[in-house]
């Protein structure tokens, strides 16, 4: 089971990441499935919303770790190499925040 608040941490931050202005053609959503978070970014383009995952946060309970994968060009997930998992949902988000390699926004 995710833990709630971490949850809810990556949907606000998702729903900060669009200004409400540009909403109505872009915007970023999170997937919640039963042991990851896929942040996805979405955009209108010839009246058609196209949806392209940018990262996921894997939760291992065992461990109360997140891990971040990154998404190759045929969205297959692979483990982002250059951050370890954290205890804190938070250290992920600003990795896909800052996005050093530029893999996460392009």
């Known amino acids: 089971m995710l833990p709630e608040e971490d949850v809810e941490t990556v949907r606000q931050w998702a729903e900060a990441k669009t200004p409400p ?15 990851s978070l896929t942040i996805v970014e979405c955009s209108l383009m010839g009246g058609r919303w196209w949806r392209v995952p940018a990262a996921k946060l894997l939760w291992t309970g065992r461990t109360q770790a997140w891990t971040l994968y990154r998404f190759d060009s045929n969205s297959k997930p692979h483990r982002y190499e250059f951050l370890e998992p954290s205890l804190r949902v938070q250290d992920l988000l600003g990795e896909v925040d800052d996005d050093p390699t530029c893999i996460f926004w392009g």
Not at 21 to 35: C, G, L
């Open 21 to 35: 202005e540009f909403r109505d053609r872009m915007q970023v959503e999170v997937e919640v499935e039963q042991r």
